[in-house]
């Protein structure tokens, strides 16, 4: 069993949220927690994406609303065929307890949410090198999550 140190003692790790966007990154990510929890089979790995839902204008009458919103289906059962791809993968390697999981919604606020909903006791996630000025007005999705969660966030490079 995984067990991390906390200021309340000896915590265990029954349940990791592993978020991906399907970046070389994120990929590393993956496999470094499905390296990690391994050995231990009592740990539930939840493999998480978040499809961001398009903006569409209210009152378009152009069309450019349907193109977008078809083009976001599209891409959400793209990302469900790759996320249970990457499950059956780590399951075939003797992982036992892996899920994924692909939702629609903003990147950060729909992984704290899932965070919370399945209760994950440490998360990890790929972090990609943004611009200095990308990353002074935006920060990664990595670095908000890290800051809005009181769960451990385990950052790989």
Known sequence: MLCVTSK????????????TDFSQESEKAVD?????????????LYLFHAVKI??????????????????EDALFRESTRK?????????ALGFKKVHGIVKRGEPVHTILEA???????????GTRKHSFTKG????????????ST????LIVR
Not at 83 to 91: G, T
Not at 136 to 147: N, P, T
């Open 136 to 147: 002074i007005f935006f920060g990664s999705v990595s670095e908000r999550v890290s800051a």
């Open 83 to 91: 996320i249970r791809e990457k499950a059956s993968h780590i399951k």
């Open 32 to 44: 470094f927690a499905a390296q990690l929890l391994s050995a231990n089979s009592d740990v539930t």
């Open 115 to 125: 965070i919370e909903y399945y209760k994950a006791d440490l998360v990890v996630m």
């Open 8 to 19: 309340d003692g000896n915590a265990s790790i029954k349940n990791v949220l592993c978020a």
């Open 150 to 153: 009181r769960v451990s966030v």
């Open 54 to 71: 398009p903006y569409v204008p209210a009152g378009d009458y152009t069309g450019a609303g349907e193109v977008l919103l078809n083009d």
